[in-house]
């Protein structure tokens, strides 16, 4: 290895500077108070935070944008897909009268408003509110609560943690757990002596140059899936007496549990709420050949 990636692997690891995370915490301010000045929005219950990589403080240099989740509390999505016999029949659980289109459509406005017509883009999933000089691009993300039931009605059925659900204006439904994601995220980085996140900040890092190379494998890998891998390598992988260790060790690991099915079918995200490889946009193959592209693009042997 001519290059010296230790040297470089240090520079990719730090942690974001602070006028970047300082234009992020305006746009999610200034989001705010745009549901603020709605008159259909403001006597609701809504809660505006940060999530994703800039709440993680996982972002990098080429995350340039912010994802801000606008979460509608006076009403929820039940899933009953891991229960057995649970509805909103037998729960007597009433119909909302705020549907989210409505909501969606609110939120629009609102955005409109307080930023102007050709500041705002909406797409399928999120509303792009452009950067100014002082904040970023923000992805602003409508949201119903997500209420996921368990059991069954005879042994006590469990609810797990809030979650978030959206319904894109292209058809779907997408359920996400960003609390938990941070939160996990949290007890891994403390249980790893802030290792886990630098960790984070490097396969992105790595995954961006190899992608401005040209190497097709590492295209079709999105930022939250590095968090995840990284999430899926052992806690004693960390910790190394070189950033290059670990990263070696991560890719290893990693590289040979994702060579099939049976070693990485029941890995989770790092909310570990959701499967990593089932009913996912990407799949077990993709990432093998990319982490593969990782080991030969450092040189490690």
Same mark, same amino acid.
């Given at each position: 290895m001519s290059r010296d990636w230790e040297t470089t692997f240090s520079s990719w690891g730090a942690a974001p500077g602070a006028t970047e995370q300082t234009k992020a915490e305006n746009a999610e301010r200034a989001v705010r108070k745009a549901i603020d @000045?709605? @008159?259909?929005?403001?006597?609701?219950?809504?809660e505006v935070f940060a999530q994703g990589?800039? @709440?993680?403080?996982?972002?990098?240099?080429?995350?340039?944008?912010?994802?801000?989740?606008?979460?509608y509390k006076g009403a929820f999505f039940p899933d009953y897909s891991m229960s057995q016999g649970l509805s909103s029949d037998v729960?007597?659980?009433p119909d909302g009268t705020y549907f989210y289109a409505d909501f969606k459509n609110d939120v629009e406005a609102a955005l409109v408003a307080y930023f102007g017509e050709g500041t705002v883009n909406r797409g399928s999933k999120a509303f792009d509110v452009h950067a100014n000089t002082y904040r970023i691009d923000a992805d602003v993300v409508p949201c119903f609560q997500l209420r996921r039931y368990m059991g069954t009605l005879q042994n006590n059925y469990w609810i797990t943690p809030e979650g978030t659900e959206i319904h894109p204006d292209d058809g779907g439904v997408i359920q996400n757990w960003p609390r938990q994601n941070y939160k996990n995220g949290v007890d891994k980085n403390t249980a790893t002596g802030q290792r886990f996140?630098?960790?984070?900040?490097?396969?992105?890092?790595?995954?961006n140059e190899m992608t401005e190379a040209g190497q097709a494998s590492a295209k079709s890998i999105p930022s939250f899936l590095i968090e995840c891998l990284a999430w899926?390598?052992?806690?004693?992988?960390?910790?190394?007496?070189t950033l290059t260790a670990d990263i070696r060790y991560a890719l290893a690991h990693l590289w040979n549990e994702t060579r099939s099915d049976e070693t990485c079918s029941e890995w989770g995200e790092i909310n570990e709420l959701k499967y990593l490889f089932r009913?996912?946009?990407?799949?077990?193959e993709q990432v093998n050949a990319f982490l593969q592209a990782a080991w030969d693009y450092v040189g490690f042997e």
């Open positions: @000045a709605s @008159a259909k929005l403001n006597d609701k219950n809504i990589s800039y @709440a993680n403080r996982t972002n990098v240099r080429q995350d340039s944008d912010v994802d801000i989740c606008v979460l729960l007597g659980l996140k630098t960790v984070v900040r490097i396969l992105k890092r790595l995954r899926n390598v052992p806690k004693d992988g960390f910790g190394h007496d009913g996912q946009p990407w799949t077990r």
